[in-house]
């Protein structure tokens, strides 16, 4: 077989992971779990699109009577300033799901962008990216994140820049892997011989053989970056009030304990998005895992 039909074969076999026959043939809808998910994400994603329309009141408006507990009149109840905790909620997907969904999208692009250099062209490059991601390594996320926020300020611009510093490294390392595997292949080394440019065979060979992982850990870190913001916000370096964030409305709820309302209902939508982007972030690990469906088929 001639090098040209090699490079044909190999680089049809190695396609995008959406691609392969073992995914189409997925029973994507046969795992409980994802479906859950998405429905809870699909939820929430419509909560916060139609807040303005279905909320009953405006999240700051101080007219209903203060620390009600759950009624027909305040469902949620109301909080210290009576304000409707329920259209609270709801506004609250508004700010933390689009946040969250950004700080992946950053960390993402700079993390894989980085470790497709280091795992591509290795030498120096490889090593100064992997000393950097070391060095983000050695502290815990959420307290450099914390040391980050209270350098620059508290606020959700500064929360969400701050998480995205933090949060990289980890694209970075596993991009990095995947790479250093697929750019060994003959596929790519084949494409090489033939003349390919290293942007055209990056682009071609090696970035359709880790979309399925990558897509995979960044599902799964939409629920961590919600948790990471609702921290930061807890602690009062995001959010401010009188923004509806559920992080700071689970922090209000800590000075009234007693009202339980104020902070078990904002904490309940924490939870259910956390949980629904885990449920479809392993379902799609699953997916993508080629040895997993072959166990499925026998």
Not at 11 to 37: E, F, T, Y
Not at 100 to 113: C, D, F, K, R
Not at 127 to 148: C, K, N, Q
Not at 275 to 282: H, M, P, R, T
């Amino acid at each position: 077989m001639s090098a040209p039909d090699v490079a044909v074969d190999t680089q049809q076999s190695a396609g995008p992971a959406w691609k392969r026959p073992w995914l189409r043939a997925s029973p994507v809808w046969r795992q409980p779990l994802a479906v859950i998910g998405l429905v809870v994400i699909l939820a929430w994603i419509t909560v916060a699109i139609l807040a303005p329309l279905i909320a009953p009141e405006d999240p700051l408006a101080q007219k209903l009577t203060p620390l009600q507990s759950p009624s027909a009149d305040a469902l949620f109840g109301t909080d210290e300033l009576g304000r409707d905790v329920l259209s609270r909620v709801m506004y609250g997907a508004r700010i933390s799901l689009p946040l969250a969904m950004l700080l992946v999208a950053l960390s993402l692009v700079i993390g894989t962008t980085l470790g497709v250099i280091a795992g591509y062209f290795r030498g120096w490059a490889d090593g100064s990216i992997m000393r950097l991601t070391d060095l983000v390594f050695a502290f815990p996320a959420i307290i450099l994140a914390l040391v980050v926020t209270a350098a620059l300020g508290p606020g959700l611009r500064n929360a969400v820049l701050a998480l995205v510093l933090v949060s990289w490294p980890a694209y970075a390392r596993v991009v990095r892997g995947l790479v250093l595997t697929i750019g060994d292949s003959e596929y790519v080394a084949a494409s090489r011989l033939l003349g390919a440019s290293s942007r055209r065979a990056i682009v071609r060979d090696v970035l359709p053989n880790f979309v399925g992982p990558i897509i995979v850990l960044a599902m799964l870190d939409v629920g961590g970056a919600v948790l990471l913001l609702s921290g930061l916000s807890f602690l009062g370096l995001g959010a401010q009030p009188p923004a509806p964030e559920w992080g700071q409305m689970v922090s209000q709820g800590t000075d009234y304990f007693q009202f339980w309302w104020m902070s078990t209902f904002p904490g309940l939508a924490i939870f259910t998005v956390v949980l629904a982007f885990n449920f479809v972030g392993d379902s799609l690990r699953d997916i993508f895992d080629p040895q997993a469906m072959g166990s499925d088929r026998r």
